[in-house]
């Protein structure tokens, strides 16, 4: 029987909490500024709860988050966060990676550490680049989260993680799994140069090295499919999500989330993809289906 994955992203959560004068003394002004005058009206929570209630009624094995749970990273965004997830699944049924808007600011990501961090831990305890194993699959979580200037949106995962990850692929080559690599900021982009992963070019030389099944990514809240080159001729899915709280009309894709079907084994894999979404009239659909892998 196929092993079912769900992927969302971005679900923003709204609405964010008051913010104390104090806590907007750095780049969470501007953020503050920006969700008042846009993002409030694209980040509709009651959007969220019913793409949400409809990925649950799929029954998926597993669900994977890419990040951009939080907005400007107040201390109450990431209590919100942890209520969210836990509603979501245990940690045993949810991979989650961090976006930049989890590390708006200096020491977030220690408290989306502590909030969340039972969600982002391989199952040796360490953490990025993280392995889970779930059915067939081999979860790879890697972080591209680091705090950035005013206005900017980029993401990095340094050279220690980029070894690391190449050095957990070079292993899993041999093995028969499905390795699902998990990243917010996509490694292929249309965005501009302040959103983008810096180290975009070190890691599709380490999946060109070593190859992947599938790697999927938010960030830039559409819904994207890019194709990376993997070693000898092959190549790689990577796949976005838009935002799940994304509401139409307003977002620039409205609200979604894809579901996996996998099956096979090593170098055979069947990888099918059904997108599910949000209406104009607030009723989720199938939206397509495609044969990623076959
Ligand atoms: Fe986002
Ligand atoms: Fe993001």
């Not at 799929?58 to 209590?79: S, W």
Request: charged share 20%; net charge positive; proline share 6%.
């Amino acid at each position: 029987m196929a092993f079912v994955l769900a992927h969302l992203s971005d679900p923003h959560l709204a609405p964010l909490p008051d913010p104390r004068w104090s806590e907007l003394c750095n780049k969470r002004l501007t953020g503050y500024f920006n969700w008042q005058r846009n993002r409030r009206f694209i980040h509709d929570r009651a959007v969220l709860d019913t793409l949400v209630a409809d990925l649950k009624a799929q029954k998926p094995d597993h669900l994977a988050c890419t990040g951009d749970i939080a907005n400007i990273a107040l201390p109450e965004e990431f209590a919100r966060g942890r209520a969210w997830l836990e509603a979501l699944g245990t940690p045993e049924h949810v991979s989650l990676v961090p976006g930049n808007h989890d590390a708006y600011v200096r020491g977030a990501l220690n408290e989306a550490q502590r909030q969340w961090g039972a969600y982002m831990t391989g199952d040796d305890g360490g953490g990025f680049p993280y392995l889970r194993r779930r059915g067939p699959l081999a979860l790879i979580g890697l972080s591209t989260a680091v705090p950035t200037a005013w206005g900017l949106a980029m993401g990095g995962l340094g050279r220690r993680q980029l070894d690391a990850f190449a050095k957990l692929m070079e292993t899993l080559k041999g093995e028969d799994a499905f390795r699902l690599v998990l990243i917010h900021h996509p490694p292929a982009s249309q965005a501009r140069w302040h959103k983008r992963l810096i180290d975009r070019g070190a890691l599709k030389r380490v999946i060109a090295a070593h190859g992947a099944d599938l790697l999927l990514h938010g960030h830039d809240h559409l819904a994207m499919l890019n194709w990376l080159d993997g070693p000898a001729g092959t190549r790689v899915p990577a796949v976005g999500v838009p935002s799940a709280s994304g509401a139409p009309g307003h977002a620039k894709n409205a609200a979604a989330y894809n579901l996996y079907r996998i099956d096979g084994t090593r170098g055979a894999w069947n990888c099918e993809m059904l997108s599910r979404g949000v209406d104009a009239g607030g009723e989720v659909k199938e939206l397509k289906t495609m044969m990623l892998l076959r």
